[in-house]
């Protein structure tokens, strides 16, 4: 079955540092990759959409300079915590799925969690 | 714009009895609708895809409904285990390929 790859599982970070999270798909070509957010005992919220080789869609409310988003090959998306404080910490997660998404559903990551000290 | 509702918050059965999780969404024009399983501090794992053509998927003790035209679904869970502890998920996909989450129900089941 589809298999996303979500590296780092955890970090901690100094505030005003900024921390990569990578998410892979490992057996098939992700056209679309998901960026979302968690808070405890909530649902996740969509971040951002990205599609191999063009700029990210950002949901309303996003800080697109503070969170960066970067979907350069059909396998990796990365997002970017710029400049991260603590209330950036939470859990982060992404998903990604083939063009047929009708048929195959969504893959989700193992998800970040994101602690900035 | 697209809402899915999940009904019970939060359930607690004890080891072995059969349960039955709620999903509602308010626009039946949706490409398919998944189920997903969520354990504490970890990421989601699929459980059932349902297409939109489709009326029900079964997956060993989990059985899925679907009946799009009252813009609802079931998850069934045969024979609950300690393990089948977790959250669940259900999200429907529209147009855009976006997934719109229903808030979930925390499961306990209680050996």
């Known amino acids: 079955g589809a298999v996303v790859s979500q590296h780092p599982s955890r970090v901690i970070c100094k505030s005003g540092t900024s921390v990569k999270i990578e998410c892979r798909s490992l057996d098939f070509q992700a056209t679309t990759m998901f960026w979302y957010r968690q808070f405890p005992k909530q649902s996740l919220m969509l971040m951002a959409t990205s599609n191999e080789g063009s700029k990210a869609t950002y949901e309303q409310g996003v800080e697109k300079d503070k969170f960066l988003i970067n979907h350069a090959s059909l396998t990796l998306s990365t997002l970017t915590v710029t400049s991260a404080h603590p209330e950036d910490s939470s859990f982060y997660i992404c998903s990604a799925s083939t063009n047929t998404v009708a048929n195959y559903g969504y893959t989700f990551g193992s998800g970040t969690r994101l602690t900035v000290v | 714009k697209q809402e899915v509702t999940q009904i019970p918050a939060a359930l607690s059965v004890p080891e072995g009895e059969n349960l039955v999780l709620n999903c509602s969404f308010t626009d039946s024009a949706i490409y398919n609708l998944q189920w997903f399983r969520q354990d504490p501090g970890k990421g989601l794992t699929s459980l059932l895809l349902?297409?939109?053509?489709?009326r029900e998927q079964t997956s060993g003790r989990l059985n899925a409904s679907l009946d799009k035209s009252s813009g609802r679904s079931t998850l069934y869970i045969a024979a609950s285990q300690p393990g089948d502890s977790a959250t669940y998920l259900c999200a429907v996909v529209k147009s855009g390929s976006r997934l719109t989450f229903g808030e979930g129900t925390q499961l306990t089941v209680n050996p």
């Open positions: 349902i297409q939109s053509s489709q």
